[in-house]
């Protein structure tokens, strides 16, 4: 059988936009460069729900580039924490004021100068400049590479080099010369809601009939799959430190590595004692400690195993934290900058106890067990 050429399949996805496909999301009101840069670059591994009300958020707070390049970082993350994957916020702010610095103030149009921008490459530069601008660029997300993965039966897994270079191969053939911006919406919203990773709608799905493997009955093989292997587990020991007024200790994380640049609690290191190590690194006299319950925090590559361990602290003479490096923290205030959801959860845990403890005056963080 002929398979129908890739303008008949550009042909039927922008006929199927124009009836079904999203056209009222927030970055698509205003589709600026800027607007659309800072929705794909949350929409990286991150459901369009979950996005939304963070876009809102951010662009009332940071409404061009000029006033995200202007920001502090922590303000920035503050505004990220929750969404995940913090290395997004920490490539914003940063090529923020890389356009400031380099263009002007005014986010690029040109391919080579986008794609070179932090935490882009040339997939999220193709969508920016095809969104905004209607330039004629292929993508290559997630959603992207399932649709023609599908659409044209390839198989290995997307990861690799051989498979990832088909489907650009594919995906700039498939890229039409006219309506590129509804094209590029049309096939990351087939992705997103038809032609989805489990179950897909094929009897919804405008392509379905020049489907490869939707023919063959096997739409389940493509893409394949990441080759499977146990996460290995890691572990940490995060103190949870009360001076005597209810403040919490918080450090500033080294800027690289997980949670890079977001505020947390010290770790305490394997084969280290708190009392000793708490008084060695952060010139503080601990209680001792009391270890609260263990739970699991899951990242792509690992899961993290956190005991969190409670205790009093009392200033000590023998030295002080580093400088702007760490703050006592009023649980009952806003959040000083960005924290990791497993950072937000013991503070919570942290600001009850504390509401139980002002409910029995005579008693305070330190002293309950």
Known sequence: MKRPAPDDFADRLLAWYRRAGRRDLPWQRDPTAYRVWISEIMLQQTRVGTVIPYYERFMERFPDV?????????????????LGYYARGRNLHRAARLVCERHGGRFPTDFDAVAALPGVGPSTAGAILALSAGQRHAILD???K???????????????????RRLWSLAERCTPYRDVAAYTQAIMDLGATVCTRTRPA????????DCAAYRMGQVDRFPAPRPRRELPERHARMLILADPAGDVLLLRRPP???WGGLWGFPELPEGERAGPWCRRRLGLAIDTPREGPAFTHTFTHFRLRITPLYACARRDTDGAVEEGGALWYNTRKPPPGGLAVPVRRL?????ARMQGDRDEPDRTLCETG
Request: glycine content about 16%.
């Open 202 to 209: 094929c009897a919804q799905c405008p392509v379905a009939g």
């Open 142 to 144: 997630g959603n992207v």
């Open 146 to 164: 399932r649709v023609l993965a599908r659409r044209f039966a390839v198989p290995g897994w997307p990861g690799t080099g051989a498979v990832a």
């Open 66 to 82: 000029r006033a995200l390049g202007a920001a502090a970082l922590d303000e920035v993350l503050h505004l990220w924490s929750g």
């Open 256 to 258: 690289t590595g997980i």
């Open 347 to 351: 503070l919570a845990a942290a600001g």
